[in-house]
C-alpha cells in the first residue's frame, strides 16, 4: 500500500489445465464424455437425470428409428431431434437407461424416413 493502490493489479493467470482427451480420436472422445455423463446420472442423449429404474431407452415411446435405406438405419430419441423435414440429433443407444422423459408402451420404436 505504499504506492496508493488499493489492491495489488496482478493479473491472474490459471495454469493451463490438461486435456483428459488428448490422443483420442473423435468417437472415443464422445464415448469418454457419454459414459462421464451417466455414471454422474445424467442421460448423455437428453440431459436430463436418469431413472434405470423405468427401464432403458429401448423401452421407451420417445426412441424412433432413422431409416435411410440400404439397410442402414440409426436409433434417437424424440426428446432430442430437432428439424421437422430431415429430423437430426444424436445416436441413442437402447441400453442406456432411461430418463426422466420416459414414456412406456413402446413395442417396437417408431420409424422416421428422411
Known amino acids: 500500500m505504499d504506492d496508493g493502490a488499493l489492491f495489488d493489479a496482478t493479473p491472474y493467470e490459471a ?58 438405419h440409426w436409433f434417437k430419441c424424440d426428446l432430442a431431434l430437432s428439424g421437422d423435414v430431415y429430423p437430426t440429433g444424436p445416436d441413442v443407444r437402447k441400453s442406456y437407461p432411461a430418463c426422466t422423459g420416459f414414456k412406456a408402451g413402446a413395442d417396437a420404436p417408431r420409424e422416421v424416413t428422411p
Open 15 to 72: 495454469p493451463p489445465q490438461p486435456d483428459p482427451y488428448e490422443g483420442m480420436g473423435q468417437d472415443a472422445r464422445r464415448t469418454a464424455r457419454r459414459r462421464e455423463l451417466l455414471e454422474q446420472g445424467i442421460h448423455p442423449i437428453t440431459k436430463r437425470p436418469t431413472r434405470p429404474d423405468l427401464g432403458t431407452c429401448g423401452d421407451c415411446a420417445n426412441l424412433v428409428v432413422k431409416d435411410i435405406g440400404r439397410k442402414r
